[in-house]
């Protein structure tokens, strides 16, 4: 029996799990942050090292066990990411392993044959794709200085930003100037301003996007506004990728949605704009929102590099793993 090591380490944990070669879920482990960019690499190590230790002990299986082991890391997005990277996990007993960023996790649970484009929107955002000549790129992930508007954090400041221009009549009337107050535990956004201004406060949690959809939900045009301008800028970051990949003339280019964002809160206004935005220059998509964690992205890549066909059985048991 082959085991296979799927590790997704990201801002703010890091998850392993092992399969055997038919896609049953020997073992798995949870630990902390597993992003060098966020914690460092001695940090990032560590907790990489324990969610792998914490998966054998429940597998009960060795390090020597494991056929193949496959790191999707969030910040593996450059060559000087790579470099710190490679010779840190090569510390790792692995004899048999492979790095890439954990956009393309996200690619392979939404494209069987791992072709198209993959979107991510969590806390941060990132595009990426591959083609069928195996060229890889990617467009953006590096921040709003870098050409990002999009992710968690982003909406949430939109969403402080767009409540205090409402307040001061910038903008259209807004429920959201009542709502962001009361999430935060004031009465009111005068209370709330002063409040912040008085503390020297210019960040607000990612957790702020919760009103922002409620907001939507209520019909309020200005919280509807952020969410579309959030998928519009998706689309963009998409039609980059299909433009400076190519070779997808003629097919139908998948579009995976990874992400809190995009799979659990799936807002209406944002996948219509983002699908509208990618259509108006690509009209041969799918936009596709997967069902599966993305570190069963890296069994399946795990799988690939073995040689070993992912048929639906093995899909159908991921599937049932997320809902556990």
């Known amino acids: 029996m082959r085991y296979l090591m799927g590790v997704d380490g990201g801002g703010s944990k890091t998850y392993t799990v092992i399969t055997d070669e038919y896609g049953n879920k020997v073992g798995d482990g949870l630990s902390g ?19 792998i230790d914490k998966a054998l002990a429940c597998a009960r299986l060795t390090y020597k066990d494991i056929s193949f082991t ?25 004899e048999t392993w492979d790095l890439v960023c954990d956009t393309f996790e996200g690619l392979r649970i939404g494209s069987e044959n791992n072709i198209g484009v993959v979107l991510v929107c969590g806390s941060g955002t990132n595009a990426a794709g591959r083609n ?9 992930g590096f921040g709003y200085f870098y050409g990002d508007a999009a992710g968690g954090t982003h909406m949430a400041k939109e969403t402080f930003r767009s409540a205090v221009r409402s307040w001061e009549l910038r903008e259209i009337p807004s429920v959201l100037t009542e709502k962001v107050p009361k999430f935060f535990g004031f009465q009111t956004m005068e209370q709330h301003v002063d409040d912040f201004l008085d503390q020297d406060i210019y960040d607000v949690p990612g957790e ?19 969410l579309r301008n959030t998928g519009k800028e998706l689309g963009i970051a998409a039609n980059s990728v299909i433009k400076r990949l190519g070779k997808f003339e003629s097919d139908i280019i998948p579009v995976v949605l990874v992400g809190s964002v995009l799979q659990k809160a799936r807002n209406q206004h944002l996948l219509q704009s983002l699908k509208s935005t990618i259509v108006s220059e690509n009209p041969n998509i799918s936009l596709i929102i997967p069902d599966i964690e993305p570190v069963y992205g890296s069994i399946l890549l795990a799988m690939d590099h073995l040689g070993i066909e992912a048929r639906e059985d093995v899909y159908q048991k ?3 793993y997320r809902r556990k």
């Open 33 to 51: 942050r597993g992003n060098h960019q966020v914690v460092g690499i001695e940090t990032a190590l560590m907790n990489i090292k324990e969610s």
């Open 70 to 94: 496959q790191f999707g890391l969030a910040g593996a997005d450059r060559e000087k990411d790579f470099s710190i990277l490679r010779p840190a996990l090569s510390t790792l007993p692995f």
């Open 132 to 140: 069928k000549e195996g060229k890889v790129i990617q467009t953006g």
């Open 208 to 226: 702020l996007t919760i009103v922002l959809h409620e907001a939507a939900d209520e019909g309020d045009l200005l919280a509807i506004q952020i």
């Open 318 to 320: 991921f599937r049932a």
